[in-house]
T-cell receptor
Framework: AAGVIQSPRHLIKEKRETATLKCYPI?????VYWYQQGPGQDPQFLIS???????DKGSIPDRFSAQQFSDYHSELNMSSLELGDSALYFC???????????FGPGTRLTVL | SQQGEEDPQALSIQEGENATMNCSYK?????LQWYRQNSGRGLVHLIL?????REKHSGRLRVTLDTSKKSSSLLITASRAADTASYFC??????????FGQGTRLTINP
């Protein structure tokens, strides 16, 4: 069965650079979520989209923005990267809200 | 902010034994989900239990939910070495976002 696809899987950036992470949800899933997991930490919710509209917002820095496109894929844009942004970034998708969220393999971002 | 508190933080048992992990939360929930994560890898969805359910089974997994005590437990029976992972509970709050607990690191010794 198709799963959530994230790209790239690994990304290395310098401080103050920008990064774009992509997420392709499971086909027919209309809701996308982004989470950040620091080393040894639990995942923290960043932002979600339902039917291409922002649905909920968590602890997402102002330097980050995201959107969901007409084909339901989503992109997380991160600017002015800081060392503390180094983390695993997970995308998850679900069919409608209130159902199981299926996670992608994550993008490991390293900021040097 | 953290919603769930997991107990224990780490658990080490022998293969074949049962493993029980507990999760407590603070606010009203729509559902509670359990996930498994191997070191540095993705989160694998294990089971979802809705707020109006008390118990749910899936293979060797048994999840209970007590909304009066705001707690849930995950039981893995007849553990295997491949069950070694971190286990997270996550509660879904009103607007769908998942709030994760700190996780339990489970080690199954052969």
């Amino acid at each position: 069965a198709a799963g959530v696809i994230q790209s790239p899987r690994h990304l290395i950036k310098e401080k103050r650079e920008t990064a774009t992470l992509k997420c392709y949800p499971i086909p027919r899933h209309d809701t996308v979520y982004w989470y950040q997991q620091g080393p040894g930490q639990d995942p923290q919710f960043l932002i979600s989209f339902y039917e291409k509209m922002q649905s909920d917002k968590g602890s997402i820095p102002d330097r980050f923005s995201a959107q969901q496109f007409s084909d339901y894929h989503s992109e997380l844009n991160m600017s002015s990267l800081e060392l503390g942004d180094s983390a695993l970034y997970f995308c998850a998708s679900s069919l409608n809200r209130g159902n199981e969220q299926f996670f992608g393999p994550g993008t490991r971002l390293t900021v040097l | 902010s953290q919603q769930g508190e997991e107990d224990p933080q780490a658990l080490s048992i022998q293969e074949g034994e049962n493993a029980t992990m507990n999760c407590s939360y603070k606010t009203s929930i729509n559902n509670l989900q359990w996930y498994r994560q191997n070191s540095g890898r993705g989160l694998v969805h294990l089971i979802l239990i809705r707020s109006n359910e008390r118990e749910k089974h899936s293979g060797r997994l048994r999840v209970t939910l007590d909304t009066s005590k705001k707690s849930s437990s995950l039981l893995i029976t007849a553990s295997r070495a491949a069950d070694t992972a971190s286990y997270f509970c996550a509660t879904e709050e009103g607007a769908q976002k998942l709030v994760f607990g700190q996780g339990t690191r489970l080690t199954i010794n052969p």
